[in-house]
């Protein structure tokens, strides 16, 4: 077995793969500092839940966007499953071609997610990832990656909305009934979840036009992305775990090398 760890800036994402098949997933959050005892505790603990034992986990692979809880967390790694975590960085072996004009800029998060939507469903494939930012990456047919779009995420979004404002309350972030919104909750709802699926066809529809192709898959990913790919027929595919499917696909190109 394998432990996959996806590191965001809002919570910390596990799973645990026997072979090519996901046995369990857990997450902690990655806003709380912790030490390198707590985070060995905290995964312990979690995995022994899912009647999984420390001996079972054979490999790590982590990837991470968040540099200062990385210390704290291979520490835990080493200390309390006995194992070296492979992080996912300049050097480890991927199957796509990062061809942007600093390699060194683009998130693991990203490059995780492209190696999986392009071993998965072939190229060119656009990727969408609903996370604290919504990201949008382009894998052309012979697997290069060079071409990505960054916008705020839909939570970021609604906490300007009530961090910044006076009058507006805190909400919780679904599509409501009906655009046509007739008080502040649904009406803050409405702008949120819309205005995110009108973005969304607008950018994939403007990156097809500017790079012609047509036949360019979409897949999405990522916490609130299902609200918007049900929406929107410019979305093809949404998968939940894209993610930990490419850590654990890097992570096998990686043991094999």
Not at 34 to 52: F, V, W
Not at 147 to 173: F, H, M, N, Q, Y
Request: proline letters at 4%.
């Amino acid at each position: 077995m394998i432990l996959v760890i996806d590191v965001g800036n809002t919570n910390i994402t596990c799973g645990v793969y026997r072979g090519e098949e996901l046995l369990t997933t857990f997450r902690m959050t990655s806003k709380l500092p912790r030490t390198s005892d707590e985070y060995g505790m905290h995964i312990l603990d979690l995995l022994r839940m899912n009647k999984i034992e420390k001996d079972d986990i054979e490999g790590v692979i982590i990837a991470s966007v968040v540099p200062n809880v990385m210390h704290s967390l291979t520490g835990s790694i080493q200390k309390y499953l006995g194992r070296r975590a492979l992080i996912v960085g300049p050097g480890i072996k991927t199957g796509i071609k990062i061809t942007s004009d600093n390699p060194r800029e683009i998130g693991p998060d990203r490059i995780v997610d492209a190696v999986a939507a392009y071993e998965i469903y072939g190229g060119p494939v656009l990727v969408l990832d609903f996370g604290t930012a919504t990201t949008y990456d382009l894998v052309t047919e012979d697997g290069c990656f060079g071409v990505g779009i960054t916008a705020p995420g839909i939570r970021i979004s609604a906490k300007a909305l009530w961090e910044d404002t006076a009058k507006l309350p805190e909400i919780e972030i679904k599509k409501p009934a009906s655009i046509l919104a007739k008080e502040t909750i649904t009406s803050m709802q409405a702008g949120l979840v819309y205005g995110q699926i009108g973005q969304t066809e607008y950018i994939v529809n403007q990156v097809k036009k500017e790079t012609g192709l047509e036949n360019l898959k979409v897949v999405a990913t990522g916490g609130l992305g299902r609200i918007i790919a049900d929406e929107t027929d410019a979305i093809e595919v949404y998968h939940d775990h894209l993610t930990l499917e490419g850590l654990r696909i890097i992570y096998e190109k990686n043991a094999k090398k």
